[in-house]
């Protein structure tokens, strides 16, 4: 089992900044990509970025130039440095991280608890 423990979220004005931190541990040497959700009220779940040991760092266009995605191997911390925050970036953002294997035929996702980011004047 992995254990994600997310922390960093709040409320911000339009055009500041928040960094988002997730501390994995647990059997973590399985895990090949971690990534941020952020689910608003009344949508889906949806990827914000991503970093793979494999395939690098992708970020969903609407956060691109905005949003940086980083890890810390040795603290087993993934951080999402957030600059310039808009209004519809308000949502709960979920670390995940994801075990792949048999070439990809077979994942395992564990979740973070969420925190909420709020943008708001």
């Known amino acids: 089992q992995v254990q994600l423990v997310e922390s960093g979220g709040g409320l911000v004005q339009p055009g500041g900044s928040l960094r988002l931190s997730c501390a994995a541990s647990?059997?973590?040497?399985?895990?090949?990509?971690m990534g941020w959700y952020r689910q608003a009220p009344g949508k889906q779940r949806d990827v914000v970025a991503s970093?793979?040991?494999?395939?690098?760092?992708n970020y969903v266009d609407s956060v691109k130039g905005r949003f940086t995605i980083s890890k810390d191997d040795a603290k087993n911390t993934v951080y999402l440095q957030m600059n310039t925050l808009k209004p519809e970036d308000t949502a709960v953002y979920y670390c995940n991280a994801a075990s792949l294997r048999d070439l990809g035929t077979s994942r395992t996702d564990y979740w973070g608890q969420g925190t909420q980011v709020t943008v708001s004047s």
């Open positions: 647990g059997d973590i040497s399985s895990i090949n990509v």
């Open positions: 970093i793979s040991s494999t395939t690098g760092i």
